[in-house]
């Protein structure tokens, strides 16, 4: 294809855009296959067992019409949620009908070539092909002309602040990972390297989880902190350990937004990050099979780029909370009442009766945000004198 034709492509609208782009996308791609093929050494494949018969077929698409029956429900708000909170629904609904017009003309800055380049290059090798049967690999070996063309298409996203709908196609894994098109993974990474200086500064100092030179051991030092000084002081002490129900699939995406607006990204980043939650969907893929797709209502993606910052955000306030309230555990003058790890949160003190309006904060912030604790998971620890 001559370059003649990939700009009248690009210069089409978006609207009419995807499937002009996806044929464009697989002729590049197909280009390069044949190229790299005849340079693949060849391999003689091993005898497979044959054990299929069609009872387990008929089993496995059963299981497979359930699970993505159960992934659909889970990805549709509750009603019952929406009601409880009506009136703070409404009001956040508001809010981010005034944030969309606040930022709708505060353009941002294309993508550049080292931007695209670098994004390709942080992505792991050898992981499961998106929808559109496109890995990793097929973008590095496809060559300058295909590296060129995304250029200008992601531009032209940045540009209008809008992603489209073929590029939220997501694919469900049995364990509940969704693999995005390859071409959303690097429009989410080239946002994220841009957005997160702010997420950075705005993310409660308690939050270790998805952290750059932090993590878990991080998170348990604090605990650890608290026990050892309580052990040695023969002092008493609480701690609790809230688990919420499938935190990152039900993530309100109004709040989301909202919260993402109040952490300065107030630009078409913001307008970009809308459109990958607006009109998205996703189908199961399991032994080879695929179920219809399904709209995402709710949640970030397990597997997307950015969603672990972006439940940061969303879970940002509650730390925020139990940081102002200045109840419970001191180490010095540091306050010690909460640590967390992305959606593991664990509230520490020395009296049950600080203790309990923690927990009541954790249990009214869920009830706000429509997700729920649960108690058969939620573990508690009293160390006594």
Not at 59 to 83: G, M
Not at 89 to 111: F, H, S
């Amino acid at each position: 294809m001559t370059n003649e034709q990939s700009d009248s492509i690009l210069n089409m609208p978006l609207d009419t855009l995807e499937q002009a782009v996806l044929e464009q996308v697989h002729e590049f791609l197909n280009d390069a296959a044949v190229t790299c093929a005849s340079n693949k050494p060849r391999y003689k494949a091993k005898p497979k067992l044959n054990v299929w018969s069609p009872d387990i077929k008929l089993a496995l698409d059963e299981i497979r019409k359930y699970y993505a029956q159960w992934l659909k429900n889970l990805a549709t708000p509750e009603e019952s949620t929406v009601l409880e909170n009506r009136q703070y629904y409404q009001k956040v609904e508001y809010d981010i009908g005034l944030i969309t017009e606040i930022v709708k003309d505060k353009n941002i800055q294309p993508a550049t070539l080292e931007e695209l380049q670098k994004a390709i290059k942080s992505f792991n090798k050898g992981k499961s092909a998106d929808i559109y049967e496109i890995t990793v690999e097929h973008i590095l070996h496809a060559g300058k002309n295909l590296e060129w063309f995304l250029l200008n298409l992601i531009s032209i996203i940045f540009k209008k602040g809008k992603v489209p709908e073929m590029l939220k196609e997501g694919l469900l894994t049995p364990v509940g990972i969704t693999v995005l098109p390859v071409l959303n993974k690097v429009i989410e990474t080239i946002v994220k390297v841009r957005i997160n200086p702010a997420v950075l500064v705005t993310q409660n100092v308690t939050q270790q989880g998805f952290t750059a030179g932090s993590g878990p051991a991080n998170a348990a030092l604090p605990v650890e902190e608290i026990y050892r000084k309580a052990k040695d002081n023969n002092q008493e002490y609480e701690l609790v350990l809230l688990d919420a129900k499938s935190a990152f699939d039900v993530v309100i995406h109004s709040h989301l937004m909202k919260r993402l607006y109040h952490a300065g990204i107030d630009d078409k980043h913001w307008t970009i990050i809308q459109s990958m939650h607006t009109d998205a969907t996703s189908a199961v893929k399991w032994n080879g099979q695929t179920s219809e797709l399904f709209n995402v209502l709710q949640g970030v993606r397990q597997g997307g780029i950015l969603s672990t910052d972006l439940y940061k955000l969303y879970i940002n306030p509650l730390l925020n909370m139990l940081e102002t309230s200045n109840l419970a555990c001191r180490i010095g003058n540091i306050l010690c009442n909460t640590s967390a790890c992305a959606d593991d949160v664990a509230l520490i003190s020395k009296k049950t009766t600080d203790m309990q309006v923690q927990i009541n904060m954790a249990n009214t912030f869920a009830g706000m945000e429509g997700y729920k604790l649960q108690p058969k998971k939620k573990h508690g620890y009293k160390h006594q004198t």
